[in-house]
T-cell receptor, first 111, second 115 residues
Framework: EDQVTQSPEALRLQEGESSSLNCSYTVSGLRGLFWYRQDPGKGPEFLFTLYSAGEEKEKERLKATLTKKESFLHITAPKPEDSATYLCAVQASSGNTPLVFGKGTRLSVIA | KAGVTQTPRYLIKTRGQQVTLSCSPISGHRSVSWYQQTPGQGLQFLFEYFSETQRNKGNFPGRFSGRQFSNSRSEMNVSTLELGDSALYLC??????????????FGEGSWLTVV
């Protein structure tokens, strides 16, 4: 069974304090790994898609990386507006399977 | 380009009633998926529709159903509501079926409270 585990569950950072969020996955062949950001009361907002180990993508203060077993979302010099829940999801390459989501990491950035 | 639109945004229903939620996908997207999000379980896949056909179904009871129209708009229905159905219901659309590896884009969700 495809599984996604995100850690930590919650993370509190001071403004400017860089850190990383982890997404460990077990999937029978990876078709894609997705990162989303979700603000309270809103739907998830797409951030990145990664397809193969070694791939990296960046957007502003965020950088996502992928290995064969996990993905990291690196946040460099975060600002209070980066506070949100970050969700990771995987899609298996076998069959017509939907995305499987982790439970997310709730990030709080304090000014 | 307009995003995924869900209506209504908030609703309160009584146990035993039924509810219908609506979703308009991004223009040109033919796949619509529905997810249930609760604090304890996270995002759980309900079903996916592509070109008016159900492509995939999650592990939910038959009280949860959906359909897709020829214009790609979708509705989901929950009958005989239970307290545990209280959740944020999210609709997502993509150009092709989820199985093709396409990115899915979410709407703002419909908050359902069952009392």
């Amino acid at each position: 069974e495809d599984q996604v585990t995100q850690s930590p569950e919650a993370l509190r950072l001071q403004e400017g304090e860089s850190s990383s969020l982890n997404c460990s996955y077990t999937v029978s062949g990876l078709r894609g790994l997705f990162w989303y950001r979700q603000d309270p009361g809103k739907g998830p907002e797409f951030l990145f898609t990664l397809y193969s180990a070694g791939e990296e993508k960046e957007k502003e203060r965020l950088k996502a990386t992928l290995t064969k077993k996990e993905s990291f979302l690196h946040i460099t010099a975060p600002k209070p507006e980066d506070s949100a829940t970050y969700l990771c999801a995987v899609q298996a390459s076998s069959g017509n399977t939907p995305l499987v989501f982790g439970k997310g990491t709730r990030l709080s950035v304090i000014a | 380009k307009a995003g995924v639109t869900q209506t209504p945004r908030y609703l309160i229903k009584t146990r035993g009633q039924q509810v219908t939620l609506s979703c308009s996908p991004i223009s040109g997207h033919r796949s619509v998926s529905w997810y249930q999000q609760t604090p304890g379980q996270g995002l759980q896949f309900l079903f996916e529709y592509f070109s008016e056909t159900q492509r995939n179904k999650g592990n939910f009871p038959g009280r949860f159903s959906g359909r897709q129209f020829s214009n790609s708009r979708s509705e989901m229905n929950v009958s005989t509501l239970e307290l545990g159905d209280s959740a944020l219901y999210l609709c997502a659309s993509s150009t092709n079926s989820q199985g093709a590896g396409n990115t899915i884009y979410f709407g703002e969700g419909s908050w359902l409270t069952v009392v």
